[in-house]
């Protein structure tokens, strides 16, 4: 089990770089195409390269954010409430976060699929999206199961090394 965990663990922190690193891509694409406006030489399509980007620099943060503790959380509701209260919501919460995440990983797979098969791409560079859609869904299915890592720690009283 601590394998799986690891395994997660990394994934979650090599997804987090290559978060990291479509970032600063999309950051220095969007300088040097306002410089380069300037002398009326914009870089064709960079609205399409950057919308692509977003969706790769959210997906690919989701599992390291959880795995921080750094998603917004209500705490207000579970304060002062006794330790078995609080575990009960806890595991609801994120039971209902991997069915969300697993839902919504199988229908970016499934439309992944589609995109693939009817040959959609951007109007501009023909980019196709099918691997922005696969790239997601990998994510939405890391998500569920980093949750699932997260229920297993707190029911199972397990520390985990950070």
Same mark, same amino acid.
């Given at each position: 089990?601590?394998?799986?965990?690891?395994?997660?663990?990394?994934?979650?922190?090599?997804?987090?770089?290559?978060?990291?690193?479509?970032?600063?891509?999309?950051?220095?694409?969007?300088?040097?195409?306002?410089?380069?406006?300037?002398?009326?030489?914009?870089?064709?399509?960079?609205?399409?390269?950057?919308?692509?980007?977003?969706?790769?620099?959210?997906?690919?943060?989701?599992?390291?954010?959880?795995?921080?503790?750094?998603?917004?959380?209500?705490?207000?509701?579970?304060?002062?409430?006794?330790?078995?209260?609080?575990?009960?919501?806890?595991?609801?919460?994120?039971? !209902? %976060?991997? $069915?969300?995440?697993? @839902?919504? &990983?199988?229908?970016?797979? /499934?439309?992944?699929?589609?995109?693939?098969?009817?040959?959609?791409?951007?109007?501009?560079?023909?980019?196709?999206?099918?691997?922005?859609?696969?790239?997601?869904?990998?994510?939405?299915?890391?998500?569920?199961?980093?949750? !699932? %890592?997260? $229920?297993?720690?707190? @029911?199972? &009283?397990?520390?985990?090394? /950070?």
């Amino acid at each position: 089990m601590k394998t799986l965990w690891r395994t997660l663990d990394r994934a979650a922190v090599w997804m987090s770089a290559v978060a990291g690193i479509v970032l600063v891509s999309m950051m220095l694409l969007t300088t040097i195409d306002v410089l380069l406006r300037i002398f009326g030489r914009p870089i064709t399509g960079t609205y399409e390269l950057i919308a692509l980007g977003g969706a790769i620099v959210v997906g690919f943060a989701i599992p390291q954010t959880t795995r921080d503790d750094a998603n917004v959380a209500v705490e207000f509701f579970v304060e002062g409430r006794s330790r078995q209260i609080q575990d009960i919501l806890f595991v609801f919460s994120k039971s !209902l %976060g991997i $069915i969300l995440f697993a @839902l919504l &990983g199988w229908f970016l797979y /499934e439309k992944a699929n589609d995109l693939y098969k009817d040959g959609f791409v951007t109007s501009t560079l023909k980019a196709p999206f099918y691997p922005v859609a696969y790239g997601l869904s990998f994510c939405c299915f890391v998500e569920s199961l980093t949750l !699932l %890592g997260q $229920i297993v720690g707190r @029911l199972g &009283g397990e520390v985990r090394d /950070e």
